[in-house]
């Protein structure tokens, strides 16, 4: 067989819109998460190619000459409204906090995503409230102690658990902090009673 029909065929721009379409019908994604979708779908194309025998050089030149589509159906989801920052940042801060992650976790986690930083912070502020507001602060709260129950830390220490010493408060905190919560938050789920604390958990859930 002629090597050259073994070449797998070069992914057009309609191509990769489809594969957009159908990533976006399983997936929520960022403008980011989804170029990178895309690139990835090229570049496993790219090497599927020179594996079987085209030009390094050749191939390359391909990919090139597809990012400019790919940029065109990224803002094209854009302008269609199937991808928005900011109402996937909204829906995963809510999320996430209340599966237990910090404020500053969340954050993290947007950035990962490639969410812009402004964007990001506007939407942690509309999901959670801004930091200095009581709904925010008690959010963190209610996300410390969902922690604390996942890691049976302060008021969810098994019953039969003796009292912590200095070295397990400490090791406790360091828990909190690697999280990405402050040590107040980290102090009043520490201290706070269990009945309290289950309370707060439903209400977060239920958030």
Not at 18 to 36: N, Y
Not at 44 to 55: K, L, P, S
Request: no cysteine; proline share 2%.
């Amino acid at each position: 067989m002629d090597r050259e029909q073994t070449i797998p065929v070069v992914p057009d721009e309609a191509g990769l819109r489809e594969a957009a379409l159908a990533h976006l019908a399983k997936f929520a994604a960022t403008a980011s998460g989804l170029e990178q979708v895309l690139s990835r779908r090229v570049m496993r194309w790219r090497q599927r190619a020179v594996r079987a025998g085209m030009a390094e050089e050749d191939a390359e030149g391909r990919v090139m000459a597809l990012r400019p589509a790919i940029g065109r159906i990224v803002a094209d989801m854009m302008r269609l409204g199937a991808i928005d920052d900011a109402a996937f940042s909204r829906n995963r801060a809510q999320g996430l906090t209340r599966s237990g992650r910090s404020r500053r976790g969340v954050a993290a986690h947007l950035a990962q995503r490639g969410v812009e930083a402004e964007v990001a912070r506007e939407a942690l502020d509309e999901a959670l409230g801004e930091r200095s507001d009581e709904g925010a602060r008690e959010a963190e709260l209610g996300a410390a102690l969902v922690l604390a129950r996942k890691r049976r830390l302060g008021p969810f220490r098994r019953g039969d658990a003796e009292g912590l010493d200095a070295v397990g408060v400490n090791k406790a905190l360091a828990v909190f902090a690697r999280a990405g919560f402050g040590r107040d938050v980290a102090q009043r789920a520490m201290e706070m009673d269990l009945e309290e604390a289950e309370e707060r958990v439903l209400m977060l859930k239920s958030w």
